[in-house]
């Protein structure tokens, strides 16, 4: 065994692994050959102008849309199909539903149950899904709420909250599933200027608490400040990634050089 082996053996699997990822709706290819690999604990920025994949990519990481090809490794398990002695089968429903408990996702809109209460939203998945005792799952989502500071509106539903209110409960509902990875995709644009520090200020104190995150964003200067690496897209290719120091002073490529331009410099 040579020294690099014996690292890969003791060291953790990666929290996420893509592995040549592709993904194509009709004729047009979204995806076009994705490798990425972030450690448990990581906060990786996913940049990149609209319509380079991006939310493509996150829903093909928990599996919201099966790629066309590749694999996606959550901490060593695969998502979306399971080997059958030598044949890959596609994962069952309840299947899926385990597995993105584990990887899960906060999207642009919230999307919330509006049928259901604060506290509903957040207890669903873990009783009904992860079949852990109620009196627990709901002490600990009220804790939760605590932490996003919306404790008080624990009995309001949805429909009443701000936008801010509604993506910290989202974000405390993906925190209830003790999920390993978040996903957040684009979690603040769809919010009046106002009202995105808050929900900034729950996901930077989740990259303090040491969670894995992976982030769509269009909020450069949060970017720069939470991200341990930067991974920059366009036109389905990922085609910069290093740290945010480098990204945002000595971008390498005239593509990033100009998304810079329009997004940071204006
Ligand atoms: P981004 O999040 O970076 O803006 P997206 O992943 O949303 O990019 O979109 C990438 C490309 O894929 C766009 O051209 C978009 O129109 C297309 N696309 C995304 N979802 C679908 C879909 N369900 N059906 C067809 N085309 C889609
Ligand atoms: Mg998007």
Sequence with gaps: MVM?????????????????????????????GINLKIMPGETVCLL???????????????????????QVIIHGTPIGQRQVGNRT????????????TRISMVFQH??????????????????????????????EAEALLQKVGLYDKRHIYPA????????????ARALAMRSEVMLLDEPTSALDPELVGEVLDVIRSLTQDG?????????????????????F?????????TSPQIFFTRPQTDRARQFLERYVYA
Excluded: Y
């Design 211 to 231: 969670m894995t995150l992976i982030i769509a964003t269009h909020e450069m200067k949060f970017a720069e400040e939470v991200a341990n690496r930067i991974v």
């Design 4 to 32: 690099s082996d014996i690292r890969d053996a003791i060291a953790p699997p990666p929290a996420v692994q893509v592995l040549d990822l592709f993904k194509q709706f009709g004729s047009l290819q979204v995806l076009q």
């Design 48 to 70: 990149g102008p609209s319509g380079s994949g991006k939310s493509t990519l996150l829903r093909c990481i928990n599996w919201l849309e099966p790629p066309t090809q590749g």
């Design 233 to 241: 897209m366009d036109k389905g290719h990922i085609i910069e990634e």
């Design 110 to 139: 919230f999307n919330l149950w509006p049928h259901l209460n604060v506290l509903g939203n957040i207890t669903e998945a873990p009783i009904h899904v992860q079949k852990r005792p109620k009196p627990e799952v709901k002490a």
């Design 89 to 100: 089968v596609p994962m069952s429903t309840p299947e899926l539903s385990q597995m993105r």
């Design 160 to 171: 009443r909250l701000s936008g801010g209110q509604k993506q910290r409960v989202a974000i």
